[in-house]
């Protein structure tokens, strides 16, 4: 199996009124090609943070990021920059898109950012808005989306450059519980494609759906429960749906 994202002894201090924060703390992680790693942990104890990290949004105190056997951790500005444009993806849990550009703008921007020709970004990102079902929004504008129709064009905004992981921060910790259900699937069928996912989730159902469960308490990832085998797991049959 390919490591596709590394983590070493990775290490991240904020400096505050009170003192010094260790919000991570020695992190050690490989996620490999096609895995989706789900992370929880109580609120504060540096899951954002490390996701941050691991896609190159902010830089460790210490230790080592690698992607795709490349240190990320040591990269300059411009670097970075291109990494956050192509080499990861990200979702958030507020969604993030702008607001005055349509669904199908939205998710087109990456892919002109990164230099493709404007026929060849709206091309893509009409694909990727039907892959998430919303082909027929493309011309909307974010407030006129629900919640989960949002969060389906962050995904597919995230898709944009074909990252090779993707990095999801609570992706589901705005919706309600119908529009959890089509953003869960939705993460399923990209794991079902092979698309490297690391998702940082209070929601057991998604964790279920993780090949791999990491826990973190207080920047230190305490355990992991490796859910992949049998009939446990897998959306389908915890939801009751087969499709
Ligand atoms: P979680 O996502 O698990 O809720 P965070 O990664 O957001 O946790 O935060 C971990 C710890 O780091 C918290 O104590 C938080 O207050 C602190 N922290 C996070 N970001 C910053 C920052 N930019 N400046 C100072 N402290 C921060
Ligand atoms: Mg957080």
Redesign the pocket.
Known sequence: MTVILSARGVRRD???REGL?R?VDGVDLDVMAGETVAVM??????????LHLLGGLDRPSGGQITLHGRRIDDLGEKALARLRRTGVGFVFQSFHLMEELTAVENVEMPALLAGRSPRAARRRAVELLDRVALADRAGALPSQLSGGQRQRVAVARALSNEPAVILA?EPTGNLDSAATLDVLKLFDSLHDSGQTLVI?THDARIAATADRLVS?RD?VLIDETRLTGGTGGRLGSLVGLED
Do not use: E, H, Q, R
């Open positions: 904020f400096g505050s924060v919000a942990g109580p609120s504060g104890c540096g899951k954002s943070t490390l921060d940082v973190m920047g």
